[in-house]
């Protein structure tokens, strides 16, 4: 095998012959043109074709003594290196039936021998310039795949740091709260994850709509940066005025997420769960819950899902106003309100698996704020 570089910059095309004769002919006729390299058997055509730089187009002889053209072409298709490397067979088999099996065989054309110089230049540039079309196709398809993936990549980090920015700001009207934002966070999803399956829920849960509930968890009290701080920093308990003031952070929240799309100018895929469950996490069952008094359905199942999360962990955590209760009392409560409260079937599916809970409420504990 050799490589003659008579045209460093062009093409490279591989000859497979096994008669000198015939190498020194069609050698003659592309070594002014193209890059040519040579193989007298079908196995060192398999090295020549696998070599890199890959040839652009081989040149294969059927009739051979190790390796027929026909195995040869079998074994460089199915070779994922030298796949798209379009053969020609070039051979003294001259019958319609051989013309058909070479292209079954997967060649791109087929000339006769004895060769006519014109015909083969001719047919050697249509397919030259046929795999270079390819080519440029395919690396425009891998270039586009990439920048696909990089643009997804830098609307997901958007999508990151608008949430961590606005869960930030919360954090610093409630300190007190500590890692209540990732516990309640970490609920939600396991509670998701552990309904994808029910049949009241599976049209809703899937893969991406648990990322976004991950992602929208932490939102669910942004609101509260818009409550005064002897409202929201009282030690005791709230007045019914008061508490009407309080009460107004679902609307603020949602409002707040809102706004933040209208300044973008459109309406924003991935904050549509974080507007739900900023305005209806407070929302019950039994429709005496607020800002709207829904009920059973009719709330959101991210809301839902927050509702259980966000009192559970109320519940447990240290306050302000109040110690945290234990885990069991906490689960006491949470079973009274099946029903009432809470949608039943996420109530029971919390309540079966409730250790684990109490496993993320204990490994994002504040000190002794969990009981």
Request: aromatic share 6%.
């Amino acid at each position: 095998m050799n490589e003659i570089l008579s045209n460093p910059h062009g093409p490279i095309i591989l000859i497979v012959d096994d008669t000198p004769e015939n190498i020194t002919l069609i050698n003659g006729l592309l070594k002014d043109r193209y890059r040519t390299r040579v193989a007298i058997n079908g196995e060192r055509a398999l090295k020549a074709a696998a070599q890199e730089p890959r040839p652009d187009l081989i040149l294969l002889d059927i009739m051979m003594p190790d390796l027929s053209g026909h195995e040869v072409a079998g074994q460089l298709k199915r070779d994922p290196r030298t796949a798209d490397i379009p053969i020609i067979f070039l051979t003294a088999m001259a019958t319609m039936e051989d013309e058909i099996l070479g292209l079954q065989m997967g060649a791109v054309d087929y000339i006769t021998k004895p060769i006519n110089p014109p015909i083969m230049l001719a047919r050697v540039e249509t397919q030259l310039n046929i795999k270079a079309a390819a080519d440029f196709l395919r690396d425009q398809k891998a270039y586009l795949e990439q920048e696909v993936q990089r643009r997804t990549a830098e609307v997901m980090a958007i999508q990151d740091v608008t949430i961590q920015a606005m869960t930030s700001l919360a954090e610093t009207r409630d300190n007190e709260t500590g890692n209540h934002i990732r516990r309640t966070q970490h609920y939600v999803r396991l509670l998701a994850e552990m309904l994808r399956e029910h049949p009241r829920f599976r049209n809703f849960i899937d893969d991406e709509s648990i990322r976004l509930l991950f992602k929208s968890a932490p939102l669910h009290d942004i609101g509260k940066v818009g409550i005064p701080d002897h409202i929201l920093l009282k030690p005791g308990r709230l007045t019914p005025e008061e508490f009407e003031t309080m009460k107004t952070h679902t609307v603020l929240g949602r409002d707040a997420i809102r706004h933040a799309e209208e300044q973008l100018g459109t309406s924003v895929g991935f904050l549509r769960l974080a507007k739900e469950i900023a305005y209806g996490h407070h929302e019950k069952w039994d429709g005496t819950g607020y800002p709207e008094g829904l009920s059973a359905d009719d709330i959101p199942i991210s809301a839902r899902l927050m509702a259980v999360a966000d009192v559970y962990d109320a519940l447990i955590s240290r306050r302000v106003y109040k110690q945290g209760m234990s885990h069991d009392q906490a689960l006491e409560i949470i079973r009274q309100g099946r029903a009432k409260h809470f949608d039943p079937d996420i109530c029971d599916v919390f309540l079966a698996n409730h250790e684990q809970f109490q496993a993320i409420a204990e490994r994002f504990a504040d000190s002794d704020e969990v009981g």
